[in-house]
């Protein structure tokens, strides 16, 4: 599987009861799951593990309440603390189900062809056409919030991915 159909969720900070359940604090985005999300994966040894879910619930809107099939006891779940978690993309709603624009405010964009980047100033929601404003080398502009060009997003290093349109990339290098 490759890893850029990964997202990082957050990290296990603490087991929760007697069970096995996981405390999992996330970076901060408001996750939204689809209803069929059933495997958190934990980064161990550098390799991207599944677990299944039992149970899951949302604490607050950075923390959530796992529990994993195969963890009976807090014994076993303690080995786990303070280890990375990720999730499926496929498991998100959609980008436009579930996207925050002002979430990613300060994230740096990366076309993906180009390798330009720049800063997202602003999110603008406008009905069928949210905008980007991106500063590029002293310069603004508004790239379209599209999911269709949304490649993926690294939360952990704040950086949207982007394969922009031909002369949409082309009028970004004047």
């Known amino acids: 599987m490759s890893k850029e159909k990964y997202l990082f969720l957050g990290s296990i900070k603490k087991t929760y009861g007697v069970t096995g359940a ?3 604090q996330t970076t ?24 299944f879910i039992e149970s899951r619930e949302q604490a607050d809107s950075s923390t959530f ?3 994993i099939d195969q963890f009976n006891d807090k014994d076993t779940a303690s080995r786990y603390i303070h280890l990375e978690t990720y999730i499926l993309q496929k498991d998100l709603l959609s980008c436009q189900e579930a996207f925050d624009g002002a979430f990613v405010e300060g994230f ?8 330009e980047t720049g800063i ?6 406008i009905k069928n056409n949210p905008l980007f404003l991106v500063s590029v080398r002293q310069k603004e502009f ?8 949304i490649t993926r997003m690294d939360n952990k290093n704040k950086i949207v991915f982007i394969t922009l349109p031909e002369g949409l990339a082309d009028s970004q290098k004047s």
Request: proline share 6%; glycine share 6%; net charge positive.
């Open 108 to 115: 740096t964009i990366r076309d993906i062809k180009t390798g």
């Open 22 to 24: 996981l405390i999992i």
């Open 120 to 125: 997202i100033k602003q999110y603008l929601f």
């Open 142 to 149: 508004y790239i379209p919030a599209n999911p269709a060009i």
């Open 65 to 67: 309440i796992i529990k």
């Open 28 to 51: 901060g985005r408001d996750f939204r799951f689809k209803k069929t999300w059933e495997a958190v994966f934990i980064k161990i040894d550098g390799i991207l593990v599944p677990f």
